[in-house]
């Protein structure tokens, strides 16, 4: 398949890391990754706060830059957040709705119908479950809200993260809670979102994991955080980075890109 990347602006700017891993996979179960330059950031930042007509132009970027989808010239778009792909699929055609622009809300419609969270790409697209990866760490998995309720990749992480080979994988206690994270809900309630943070960051030492995987860098960037500043041991990484690697290949993100929780 020739498949568009949509990196998404959190892990163009500070992790790029997962983005790279994800090209590294689909690369390697042997399909073509090619990455549109003008993409930018996909809305949702500016849609949660309420911002409708400060987000049209981002909307109408990505439309336009993700457009050649719809002609056939990719067969899908995949990106490596939950969160990004729920407001790719639902807040992208309502805001335009809203904004009086019914074109651009049709076309946002259909090019999210063919855009796809990396976990739900590969289990329910490529139809599999195990992608050859090996991964010999002690590995729990946060599943993020959005991912979960709104991208709803359902049981998809699991499915790959138990077929990796020499992987000790373990639940999370409390899994479906909220991390505290949120994107602005952490600034503009602070003392709610870090005592959120607390409870999942004692969920997550619980498990004795050496890394914690989750689908979303936002959300990996917040616990990361904690855990760091606990000095806890625990590093995060993004499913990406864990299915990336093989016992032949074991691929590793470039030395310059960012580390949280290390």
Same mark, same amino acid.
């Given at each position: 398949?020739?498949?568009?990347?949509? %990196? =998404?602006?959190?892990?163009? $700017?500070?992790?790029? /890391?997962?983005?790279? %891993?994800?090209?590294?996979?689909?690369?390697?179960?042997?399909?073509?990754?090619? *990455?549109?330059? +003008? /993409?930018?950031?996909?809305?949702?930042?500016?849609?949660?706060?309420?911002?409708?007509?400060?987000?049209?132009?981002?909307?109408?970027?990505?439309?336009?830059?993700?457009?050649? $989808?719809?002609?056939?010239?990719?067969?899908?778009?995949?990106?490596?957040?939950?969160?990004? =792909?729920?407001?790719?699929?639902?807040? +992208?055609?309502? $805001?335009?709705?809203?904004?009086?622009?019914?074109?651009?809300?049709?076309? %946002?419609?259909?090019?999210?119908?063919?855009?796809?969270?990396?976990?739900? *790409?590969?289990?329910? $697209?490529?139809?599999?479950?195990?992608?050859?990866?090996?991964? @010999?760490?002690?590995?729990?998995?946060?599943?993020?809200?959005?991912?979960?309720?709104?991208?709803?990749?359902?049981?998809? @992480?699991?499915?790959?993260?138990?077929?990796?080979?020499? &992987?000790? *994988?373990?639940?999370?206690?409390?899994?479906?809670?909220?991390?505290? !994270?949120?994107?602005?809900?952490?600034?503009?309630? @602070?003392?709610?979102?870090?005592?959120?943070?607390? +409870?999942?960051?004692?969920?997550? &030492?619980?498990?004795?994991?050496?890394?914690?995987? %989750?689908?979303?860098?936002?959300?990996?960037?917040?616990?990361?955080?904690?855990?760091?500043?606990?000095?806890?041991?625990?590093?995060?990484?993004?499913?990406?980075?864990?299915?990336?690697? =093989? /016992?032949?290949?074991?691929? !590793?993100?470039?030395?310059?890109?960012?580390?949280?929780?290390?």
């Amino acid at each position: 398949m020739k498949i568009a990347l949509f %990196a =998404t602006c959190i892990s163009d $700017v500070m992790f790029p /890391q997962a983005p790279q %891993a994800t090209v590294h996979l689909l690369r390697r179960l042997g399909h073509e990754v090619v *990455f549109p330059e +003008q /993409q930018g950031c996909c809305g949702q930042m500016h849609i949660n706060t309420g911002y409708y007509p400060e987000a049209m132009p981002l909307i109408e970027n990505h439309v336009r830059t993700f457009e050649p $989808v719809l002609d056939g010239e990719w067969d899908a778009i995949v990106v490596p957040s939950g969160s990004c =792909t729920g407001s790719l699929r639902h807040q +992208q055609e309502i $805001v335009a709705k809203h904004e009086g622009n019914e074109p651009l809300a049709r076309r %946002a419609k259909e090019i999210a119908a063919k855009t796809y969270e990396l976990s739900e *790409f590969l289990v329910n $697209v490529l139809g599999t479950d195990d992608v050859g990866a090996y991964f @010999p760490h002690r590995v729990t998995y946060h599943p993020t809200c959005h991912s979960m309720r709104i991208a709803k990749v359902g049981d998809a @992480p699991y499915r790959l993260l138990k077929n990796v080979g020499g &992987i000790d *994988f373990v639940e999370l206690p409390e899994e479906e809670s909220c991390c505290g !994270f949120g994107g602005t809900f952490s600034l503009k309630n @602070p003392d709610v979102s870090t005592a959120m943070l607390a +409870q999942k960051m004692a969920n997550v &030492i619980s498990t004795k994991a050496e890394i914690l995987v %989750a689908g979303d860098y936002s959300c990996l960037m917040h616990i990361g955080g904690g855990l760091s500043r606990n000095r806890s041991g625990v590093r995060v990484m993004h499913l990406a980075e864990v299915l990336a690697p =093989t /016992q032949d290949d074991p691929w !590793f993100p470039p030395e310059h890109t960012t580390k949280v929780g290390a």
